[in-house]
């Protein structure tokens, strides 16, 4: 094996192992940015030697190993322990005496109890939700500061910022590494699932830049979202997100054309939506509903994009069924967002005007003011209509709004095409 070999499967295996070495590491030393270091350290050490060692039979142990005897080391250090001893006192002699002596033991204990301590922590609401992002994606996903900048067009010295400020609000704080119980419990949830489908969301319809799509951040999600549904799997809200992120990433080859150009839903190709990825995604809405989780509001929206999966071709999507899921939607988690998207498939069920007057209410929303999708679904409403000149006003408007270049060179094409359309003056 060649050293670049060597360094591929290095990175695969961080890829890999790095949440669990870094979970299993933060229960002992009880500090998620120490656990971090231990585990850079071990993929330093393995930077190093396995070059020209080769990589082990069991490359995630070996990690553990190295970063442990790192730990043990950190927890020797007189200085360390005397400047923690002026911190925490009896508190972190004792704890230090019980990390190293029962090192051994505590790295055997469950490692997916870790991993979902370490899921609510990186999600902690102490955290704003940019930092709560970023921190998962590097923790829980292995991302490089790099690669999150990249994915969310955003300097990589921001990126690291926020990640340093978390891990520090984390530690000044005393956030414990643990699985919230009880009433907590829910809330916490949410805040963990509201992070994984933003990551989803921002791969699925990129925020701004030249690609409509980033499918590596779909991945991640998916990932996260499958891990967490075997970690918790009595919540049927998990799998009701599980569901949705599997079904919509389904769709994402059939959602751009050969040269990147978007595609609306109602015109892709169906023989491209992934067959697999739907039928994981209508098992995730069934394991979702036997959990009596049907009315949860990720199983809800599941249940909408199963209408479509389960839809042979867009002539016999059942939109009445669509509007009554967005009606209890709307009852469960009331939105301008949820309101728009009801609006649409009032629209489709019961015709273009009916659509038109609940988006007429939302135009004096505050929370919609520069949501291009607002203008775009009127626009489509009024082109059905035959009310022309006020489409290509409304897709000239969302134009302006959005920051992806693909939506925008989409809506502007959609203007275009009714340039002639102007009635005579």
Not at 231 to 249: D, F, R, S, T, Y
Not at 275 to 292: D, F, N, P, T, V
Not at 299 to 308: D, E, K
């Amino acid at each position: 094996m060649t050293t670049s070999d060597t360094h591929r499967a290095i990175d695969a295996v961080w890829r890999i192992e790095s949440a669990k070495l870094i979970a299993g590491l933060t229960r002992i030393v009880r500090d998620v940015g120490l656990a971090e270091d231990l585990a850079q350290d071990a993929l330093l050490a393995a930077l190093e030697r396995w070059p020209e060692s080769g990589v082990p039979d069991n490359p995630g142990a070996w990690l553990m190993a190295t970063a442990k005897h790192r730990a043990i080391d950190t927890f020797r250090r007189t200085e360390r322990i005397e400047r923690k001893h002026e911190e925490l006192g009896h508190e972190l002699e004792s704890r230090r005496e019980l990390a190293v002596a029962d090192m051994d033991a505590a790295l055997d204990d469950d490692i997916g109890d870790d991993l979902l301590r370490l899921v609510f922590m990186s999600c902690h609401p102490v955290l704003p939700r940019e930092a709560r992002t970023a921190l998962t994606l590097r923790l829980l996903g292995g991302l490089t500061t790099d690669e999150i900048a990249r994915a969310f067009l955003v300097p990589e010295p921001t990126i690291a910022q926020r990640i340093v400020r978390a891990k520090r609000t984390l530690s000044e704080r005393k956030v414990p590494f643990e699985v919230p119980r009880g009433t907590e419990l829910d809330a916490r949830l949410s805040s963990v699932l509201e992070v994984i489908y933003l990551v989803f969301n921002e791969g699925y319809t990129a925020t701004a830049g030249d690609d409509l799509v980033r499918p590596a951040l779909c991945e991640d999600a998916l990932r996260l979202g499958r891990i967490l549904g075997e970690l918790a799997p009595e919540e049927p809200e998990v799998h009701g997100l599980v569901a949705l992120m599997e079904i919509q990433a389904s769709r994402l080859r059939a959602r751009t054309g050969p040269t990147g150009k978007a595609i609306l839903l109602l015109d892709q190709d169906r023989g491209r939506w992934d067959q697999i990825l739907i039928r994981r995604g209508l098992s995730a809405l069934e394991r979702a509903e036997k959990l009596r989780g049907a009315n949860g509001p990720y199983a809800l929206q599941a249940a909408i994009v199963a209408c479509h999966a389960r839809a042979r071709t867009a002539a016999e999507t059942d939109w009445r069924r669509i509007a009554s899921l967005y009606d209890a939607l709307a009852a469960v988690t009331p939105s301008p967002i949820v309101e728009l998207n009801r609006a649409i498939a009032v629209a489709m069920a019961f015709g273009p005007g009916e659509g038109l007057k609940i988006l007429d209410t939302l135009t004096r929303e505050p929370a919609l003011k520069g949501y291009h999708l607002l203008p775009a679904a009127r626009a489509d409403l009024f082109e059905k209509l035959g009310r022309f000149d006020e489409a290509r006003t409304e897709f000239e408007r969302a134009a302006s709004m959005t920051r992806n270049a693909r939506e925008r060179e989409l809506l502007l094409e959609r203007s275009r095409a009714h340039a002639g359309d102007s009635p005579p003056h």
